[in-house]
T-cell receptor, first 118, second 115 residues
Framework: DSGVTQTPKHLITATGQRVTLRCSPRSGDLSVYWYQQSLDQGLQFLIQYYNGEERAKGNILERFSAQQFPDLHSELNLSSLELGDSALYFC?????????????????FGSGTRLTVV | AQSVTQPDIHITVSEGASLELRCNYSYGATPYLFWYVQSPGQGLQLLLKYFSGDTLVQGIKGFEAEFKRSQSSFNLRKPSVHWSDAAEYFCAVGARSGGYQKVTFGTGTKLQVIP
C-alpha cells in the first residue's frame, strides 16, 4: 500500500457518459497530480493541484476537469467520454512545498483506475 | 523545458545477468532524477532518486543508478536480475517550474527476464 488511494479500481461506461475518479493523497502530502496512461500515448501528465489550488496543466482535454478539496482529496471528472479515453488514470502525491522545495522526494503513485469506454 | 529519453523500448535479459537501462535527460541546471518501476496493473513505485551529493545512488530491490553530468545520463543498473524484476521502468526528471516541481517521465523500458 503506497498510501495513495484511488477509487474505483475499474470503471466501465458508455460513450457520452460522465465519470468521476477519486484520489486520496498520502497523509501529509499537499500536492496531487493526475496522469493518464495508455498504450499509444504513454504516461501523460494531466493536471496538478497544491493545497486546493490548480498549479500546472498538462495535456488535459477540455472535457476533463479536476479539483482538490479542503481535506486534500482530489477528483478527476471526465465527461462526454469517447472510446479513446479508455486508459489507466493515476493519481500521485508529493510532499512538495509552495517554494518548490521537497519535490526531490518524488511522487507516490496510487494503483490507478482502469477506465474502459464502450 | 526538461525532457527525458529512454532509448530502449524493450530489453530482454537472462535471470542472473546484469542489467543496465539507459536514460538521458535535457535540463539546463542540475535536475532531480528518478527511476520508477511499474508492474503490470500496478502504479509506479519509486526505486531511487538523485538531487545532490554522491552521483552513485542506491535504491530499493538492489538497484543503483549513476548520475553523469557530462553525458546527461542517469542509467539504472542491477548486478544480477531476478525474474521478479520483469516490469516497466520509467526514468523521470524533475525541475522547478513557476516555483513548483514539475516531473517529466520518459516513455519507459519494458524488461523481460528469461530463465
Amino acid at each position: 500500500d503506497s498510501g495513495v488511494t484511488q477509487t474505483p479500481k475499474h470503471l466501465i461506461t458508455a460513450t457520452g457518459q460522465r465519470v468521476t475518479l477519486r484520489c486520496s493523497p498520502r497523509s501529509g502530502d499537499l500536492s496531487v497530480y493526475w496522469y493518464q496512461q495508455s498504450l499509444d500515448q504513454g504516461l501523460q501528465f494531466l493536471i496538478q493541484y497544491y493545497n486546493g489550488e490548480e498549479r500546472a496543466k498538462g495535456n488535459i482535454l477540455e472535457r476533463f476537469s479536476a479539483q482538490q478539496f479542503p481535506d486534500l482529496h482530489s477528483e478527476l471528472n471526465l465527461s462526454s467520454l469517447e472510446l479513446g479515453d479508455s486508459a489507466l488514470y493515476f493519481c500521485a502525491s508529493s510532499a512538495s512545498t509552495r517554494t518548490g522545495k521537497g519535490g526531490g522526494y518524488g511522487y507516490t503513485f496510487g494503483s490507478g483506475t482502469r477506465l474502459t469506454v464502450v | 523545458a526538461q525532457s527525458v529519453t529512454q532509448p530502449d523500448i524493450h530489453i530482454t535479459v537472462s535471470e542472473g545477468a546484469s542489467l543496465e537501462l539507459r536514460c538521458n535527460y535535457s535540463y539546463g541546471a542540475t535536475p532531480y532524477l528518478f527511476w520508477y518501476v511499474q508492474s503490470p496493473g500496478q502504479g509506479l513505485q519509486l526505486l531511487l532518486k538523485y538531487f545532490s551529493g554522491d552521483t552513485l545512488v542506491q535504491g530499493i530491490k538492489g538497484f543503483e543508478a549513476e548520475f553523469k553530468r557530462s553525458q546527461s545520463s542517469f542509467n539504472l543498473r542491477k548486478p544480477s536480475v531476478h525474474w521478479s524484476d520483469a516490469a516497466e521502468y520509467f526514468c523521470a526528471v524533475g525541475a522547478r517550474s513557476g516555483g513548483y516541481q514539475k516531473v517529466t517521465f520518459g516513455t519507459g523500458t519494458k524488461l523481460q527476464v528469461i530463465p
